[in-house]
């Protein structure tokens, strides 16, 4: 069964470019790299330019826990500590039908 | 430029199987007649059954204009209406890269 993940980051003022930029090589080496990533796309609210929606869907629990450990993912996370405003909040969920 | 859609619906205790019915043959329908739909998932939170999540994006927000006009949405939405708890939370959100 799949699985879909609602992750939100608050990005600081002043640190929109620098996050895209990593967020948005962190997203190319997903869809390159997990055959189990069914999407992986990152999103602004319309309301709020400094939060940031990512719309995931994994086909397996197993290859959301695989995109978790993969060098790029560890190497992203640390690289967005200097751009987040708070933790991400990472909603996670069981797909139907 | 593409927008993801978070759909939130609170439904009815006991209303579930009638839901995911209604749900799912829309779904069918709306990948089977909307080119300009990129992801249109249905989710159910892991902390309240009673609680779904569709995550949508869509090509362009005339793909997402169109999505809401067609019959077979209508027609969904008003079979829905015996099934919810609360009107639909719909958070349009602008894709990113």
Do not use: W
């Not at 390159?32 to 939060?51: I, R």
């Not at 290859?63 to 751009?83: I, P, R």
């Amino acid at each position: 069964m799949a699985v879909g993940v609602i992750a939100t980051l608050k990005i600081q003022e002043g640190k929109n470019a620098e996050f895209e930029k990593t967020f948005l090589d962190l997203a190319e080496k997903v869809r390159a790299n997990e055959g189990g990533c069914n999407f992986y796309e990152l999103h602004v609210s319309k309301t709020d330019p400094q939060e940031y929606k990512v719309l995931e869907q994994y086909a397996t629990a197993e290859d959301l826990a695989k995109h978790g450990q993969t060098d790029y993912f560890k190497a992203a996370n640390g690289a967005l500590a200097s751009v987040v405003a708070a933790a991400p909040q990472v909603e996670v969920l069981d797909s139907v039908g």
